[in-house]
């Protein structure tokens, strides 16, 4: 692996003194904002108060999916709300069938079996979907590429409405149905999750629901209250899986987010409570890492491991004590997914071993669980920086999942391979496949290939782009508090990587059986208490010496208790002078932290 980069962004005085000026806010948060893209007050301030929301009629046709909606609706023809078996697709199927209860649709649900019918729409579901009596089929986070699948659809007398938001196909056809699609239909957030296209339908639903009740001479405003709490309530569910899918959390994400986390705070939902009780999740305190390290992977769990449908019954029962069985339940899966996960991550690393490096990594192996590879993948893309596809071979057949890094588009990659594919759909970052078992060693050389002449050296180094540059003296609470103001963080907004350009390390010493290490920082007079988990007992820089570390700075809550946290992300000896600001790039050595180990370090009061 190569080393890692430190990137400095340039960073002009006078745009940070400005935005201090107009906005009010630190020099640190300044620099992060002009780092970031928002150097114009005005775009800063609005990215701060993160209210950016359009209305449903934005989708260009989607009073083409809401018609035949209420019409089915009217005539009390079975509609089926068909989903994907991952959070997004769970939350999804959730909304729409949520809200066509509150309207008294006929409706019912089907999730597909990771194992017996793999990802989408499947032609055997639409024949048990048509013998059973569904009249009007409405997909979620699906079927955007199940063109032949519509067909027989419709063909079997069912309508038809596609909502998702994945890539269509590569030759651009389209299933012949109304589609919801914020990347195809014009929408000005064009990355939404599935959940959230859900519940844009949902309002555009309870829209035309109030217009009906109005034309018929009965109370429009009772309807439009109705919706309006349904809707409300079931922000906790689209921020769920907004986090969760990894969408990136800017614009309408963002907001949709923000509301939604304070959704989640005083939900009433039995599922949900029981979900955070068992994940140990404080709801006054929840935030997007609690959603995405404790809750996704637990109500993700069911549809790894065995049926997504326990997942949607969490989320849709009102009865509390099935509400914590399913949880326990779901808790009990997540237990089994991190042990298998852990065999097939040894594998998988013995896999990358033997083979050496290369740009891009195909791994297979039989006995790998299909539901859990996506994860080892995701890890070892991280690990190797590098993008892999692992492999989950049953007989003649297999069943793959990949992820990438950031300068590596992985969809087109696999469509580079397209002829040794069965099937393969996805995202940028991350996508499935199904092959014949006889032609991954093909696929393999064909993907290395493609990446290859894709990717530069430089594109496999890890990076660690710098948002601010500060002194030991700023960081406190003061600062870890108004850097709160950029929350949620995750995909397309980071936490924020603060760098000091003058630490040093002293006073190590080994804690917890040698395998971390507590320590002092000391940065511009001001001293920190550090402590590393994970390091040895070492310090990655030699007490003394001078360093460059960056970290994050939060608000730390532990036993009623608040304090700033550093958790420090690399750390490196200077080389020599310090350098101004200005698309800098500094090569890291061997000593920086590998396999994403954390350094917590605690600031002194």
Known sequence: MLAARFEIPACPDAEVERLCRELGVSG???????????????????????????????????????????????????????????????????????????LGADVDSYLPDRAGDGYGLNADTVRRLAAR???????????????????????????VNVTDHHAPRADGTLPQAPIVHPALCGYPCRELCATAVAHKLAQALWEAAAGEAMAAGRSAQDVEEQG?????????????????????????????????????AGTTKPGLRALMAVAG?????????????????????????????????LILTGDRVRAMQIAQELDGANRERRK??????????????????????????????????????????????????????????????????????????????????LRFGGHRAAAGLEIEAGRVQEFAAAFAAHAERVLSPQDAAPKERVDAVVGGDELGMSLAEELQALAPFGQGNPTVSLMLADATFADARP??????????????????????????????????????????????????????????????????PPEEPGEQVRQAPPAALEDGEELVLFALP
Request: net charge neutral; aromatic share 4%; charged share 25%.
């Open 228 to 264: 309006r709490r349904l809707l409300e309530a079931d922000l906790d569910l689209v921020a769920l899986a907004t986090v969760a899918d990894v969408v990136p959390l800017i614009g309408e994400n963002r907001t949709l987010v923000r509301r939604g986390l304070r959704a989640l």
């Open 511 to 576: 804690m917890g059986e040698g395998k971390h290490v507590r320590f002092t920082v000391r940065s511009h007079g001001a001293r920190a208490r550090a402590v590393a988990f994970g390091t040895g007992g070492r310090v990655p820089v030699p007490d003394g010496e001078p360093a460059e570390a960056t970290f994050t700075l939060e608000v730390n809550e532990w036993n009623g208790v608040s304090e700033p946290r550093l958790v420090l992300r690399r750390a490196q000896p200077v080389a020599g």
């Open 133 to 159: 009596g569904t009249r009007l089929l409405v997909t979620v986070d699906c079927a955007i590429t199940a063109v032949e699948e519509v067909a027989l659809a419709r063909e079997l007398g069912l309508e």
């Open 281 to 313: 999740v404080d709801p006054a305190n929840v935030n997007e890492r609690a959603v995405a390290f404790a809750l996704a992977p637990r109500l993700n769990a069911a549809g790894r491991l065995y049926r997504a449908d326990a997942g949607l019954e």
């Open 340 to 421: 298998l996960e852990e065999r097939i991550r040894w594998e998988a690393e013995a896999q990358i071993k033997a083979l050496g490096s290369r740009p891009a990594y195909v791994l297979a192996a039989e006995g790998w669980h299909p539901g859990v590879i996506g994860i080892v993948a995701s890890r070892l893309a991280e690990r190797e920086c590098s993008p892999v596809v692992m492999i989950a071979l049953e007989g003649d057949k297999g069943r793959g999942s990949g992820r990438s890094i950031e300068a590596f588009d992985l969809l087109a990659g696999l469509g580079a391979c397209a002829e040794h594919l």
């Open 28 to 102: 640190a948060l300044a620099q992060v904002l002009v780092r970031r893209g928002f150097r114009e007050p005005a775009a800063a301030r609005a990215f701060l108060l993160a209210r950016e929301e359009h209305a449903p009629a934005a989708f260009e046709g989607i009073g083409e999916a809401v018609l035949p909606i209420m019409r089915h609706v009217r005539d009390g023809l079975r509609i089926t709300v068909h989903g994907d078996y991952d959070v997004d697709g769970i939350c999804s199927t959730a909304v729409l069938v949520r809200t066509l209860r509150g």
